[in-house]
């Protein structure tokens, strides 16, 4: 069997993985990535854009910013439509300056990996992890096969980063935590299109037809989105029906949908989903291994970096001065940010999703929500702060 010996083991090439190999390397830390998927199946899997100035800050200290910063693009406001009616929340009145940036996951996960490979580090592709043990022991193991051969890894930490159909979760010992999830009535089509963004800003919108997102990635790139009914299959979606529903939806006076070649295609259920402890012994579980939010706040890549901040900062502890404090308060540090993104996620989904007859007092109240964004300056701040994410000093207490 082959044996890698490390000190930080840690399993998923997602966002989260990545970024923590690359952080604790920079603190001196040794680390080894194992990644399930090839390289080419996580580097077309199409995901997340909205990325907050925290996410970026790390990046750039992490000097893995470069194309982020020539490609990415900047967005200091975001529209919000309601049966038709646009307007725009701006941020930087409300956030001291602070703003979003457009990049695709995919993007991200193609530097961060492409500079791990650089540096000469290992991170093992179709590499599964098979078995997480000894995690209650001060030499945790991770066992994994490659190309029909067994492998373990021996490490002093295991750092669960492999989503939410991963092995970290169903590792814990079922009674250490509880479990919270909503499932959302309906699912989202997105697609990507070559064809310039209609809108300058993102658009979410509120129709009687459903929920619909205009984002982007380009100049030449448009990312859109539809709620669509649950268990609806991608082949009830011409790309004609797509733009055409889109367009209503999405719709204002004086203002037109481009449409153009549709690229990909594909529909995701909604959910609201996380576990409560974080931890058993030796392992520790980061980003959607814990938590998964609905897409509608943008958050779920931007929660994983900031639980990994949290488990670097304690890891980095540990090794320098010998301390667990920082290890032992992982869960409850991370879980706090967590909890205001899942309800900022939940109250962008509730607002902006079709959930009841159009007229309801369902429909009433998400009308009322959206009078009070256009009347309230509070209201305004409210959103903006959580949408271009909070500072990590809004959590120390
Ligand atoms: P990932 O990205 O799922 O990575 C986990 C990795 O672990 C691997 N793996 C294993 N490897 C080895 N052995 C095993 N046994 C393994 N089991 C699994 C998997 O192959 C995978 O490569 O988790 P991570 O790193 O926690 O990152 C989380 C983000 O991917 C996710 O939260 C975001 O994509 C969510 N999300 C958004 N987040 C944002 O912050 N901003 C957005 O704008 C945004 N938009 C979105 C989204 C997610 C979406 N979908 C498709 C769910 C839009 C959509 C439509
Ligand atoms: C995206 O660009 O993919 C995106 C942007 C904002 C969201 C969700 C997804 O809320």
Redesign the pocket.
């Known amino acids: 069997m082959k044996t890698i010996r490390t000190q930080v083991g840690i ?9 923590l190999a690359h952080w604790l390397r920079r603190q001196g830390i040794d680390a080894v990535i ?4 090839s390289r080419e ?2 580097q077309a ?8 100035q925290n ?1 970026v800050d790390i990046l750039k200290a992490l000097g893995l910013a470069d194309r982020l910063i020539r490609e990415g693009h900047e967005h200091h406001g975001v529209y919000l439509s309601f049966d038709g009616e646009r307007i725009r929340v701006p941020f930087d009145a409300h956030t001291n300056g602070r703003h979003i940036t457009i990049y695709g ?1 995919q993007e991200v ?1 193609k530097d961060l990996t492409d500079a791990w490979q650089a540096a000469g580090e290992t991170l093992l592709f179709e ?4 078995a997480i043990e000894d995690f209650d022991t001060r030499h945790p193991k991770i066992y ?1 096969e490659q190309a029909g051969e067994k492998g373990v890894i021996e490490c002093d930490f295991v750092a669960a ?7 970290g979760r169903k590792t814990l010992p079922r009674h250490s935590y509880r479990e919270y999830a909503i499932t959302y009535p309906f699912s ?1 089509l ?1 697609i990507l299109a070559d064809v310039p963004p209609s809108s300058d800003e993102l658009v979410y919108a509120y129709h009687e037809r459903g929920f619909a997102l205009h ?1 982007l990635r380009s100049a030449k790139v448009s990312r859109l ?1 539809l709620q669509v009914e649950n268990g609806e299959s991608i082949d009830q979606w011409p790309d004609d029906r797509i733009w055409e529903e889109l367009s209503v939806r999405l719709g204002t006076p004086g203002w037109h949908l481009q449409s153009g070649p549709i690229f990909e295609k ?1 529909i ?1 259920p909604m959910r609201s989903f996380l576990i409560d402890n974080l931890q058993a012994g030796r392992l520790f579980l ?4 814990a938590h ?2 609905p ?1 509608t ?8 970096i900031a ?1 990994v901040k949290h488990l670097v900062d304690g890891l980095a502890d540990f090794y320098r001065n010998g301390s667990c404090t920082g290890l032992e308060l992982y869960t409850q540090t991370a879980l706090r940010r967590v909890w205001r993104a899942q309800e900022f996620s939940n109250f962008m989904t509730t607002l902006f999703h079709k959930q009841d007859e159009h007229g309801s007092f369902q429909y009433r109240l998400q009308r009322a929500r959206f009078d009070y964004i256009r009347t309230s300056e509070a209201y305004a701040a409210t959103i903006a702060e959580n949408y271009v994410g909070l500072p990590f000093s809004a959590f120390d207490h």
Do not use: M
């Open positions: 399993i998923g090439a997602g966002p989260a993985g990545l970024t194992i990644e399930h998927r199946y996580v899997r199409v995901r997340a854009g909205l990325l907050e996410t996951q996960v590499a599964p992890a098979l994994f980063c492999d989503g939410f159909h991963g092995l989202w997105g984002s989105y594909s995701t980061a980003g959607d291994a998964i939010v897409p706040g943008g958050k779920g890549l931007n929660l994983a639980d």
